[in-house]
């Protein structure tokens, strides 16, 4: 089977169902975003943080679950593709909290920077928090599950402690915004 198959040489796609769709449309921006996040996290993955690993593995299997669920047309989607429930969500929140219990509490907000893997997991929370404003935008036209925007949403945060984390580690700064 080949790469290539030409069908989408005149800007459409397929979708997990009946049709094509521009590959401008909602949907496809959605788990594009989706896509482009888990593609982040395997750039963070190659960098060789082993307390991580596990972690951004495991989430890296759901993200692909998301996308597959974003890239679904009908009402129901096949249940193969397995789903995200508030369970995914808990078990971010129980990374964040398990991190956050090593780190000193936020007094200001801080720049993104810091370690190169500290850097690298703040560019990933930004990607994130593209893809769950390009859920929330496709949300507006169709049906999706809310499951999905509150997972993005953690795994944000989450994205953001482990940077903190990242920093402390490894012995970045944490340097405070301050208005001038």
């Not at 009908?74 to 398990?98: K, N, S």
Request: charged share 25%.
């Amino acid at each position: 089977m080949k790469i290539y198959t030409r069908t989408g040489d005149d800007g459409s796609t397929g979708l997990l169902g009946a049709g094509r769709v521009p590959k401008s449309s909602p949907r496809v921006e959605a788990y594009g975003a989706v896509d482009e996040l888990n593609a982040c996290l395997g750039v963070l993955r190659s960098l060789g943080e082993a307390g991580f690993d596990a972690d951004l593995e495991a989430i890296q299997g759901r993200l692909f679950t998301v996308g597959a669920l974003l890239a679904v047309t009908g009402p129901d989607p096949p249940p193969r593709l397995g789903t995200v429930t508030d369970a995914d969500v808990a078990a971010l929140e129980a990374v964040i909290d398990r991190l956050e219990a090593d780190l000193p509490p936020l007094r200001n907000f801080i720049l993104p920077a810091g370690t190169p893997l500290a850097a690298h997991l703040h560019l990933a929370r930004t990607v994130c928090r593209r893809a769950e404003r390009r859920v929330v935008a496709l949300l507006q036209h169709e049906k999706v599950d809310l499951a999905i925007v509150r997972y993005l949403n953690r795994l944000a945060d989450l994205l953001f402690v482990m940077a903190r984390a990242a920093n402390r580690r490894g012995g970045g700064a944490e340097v405070e915004w301050r208005s001038s």
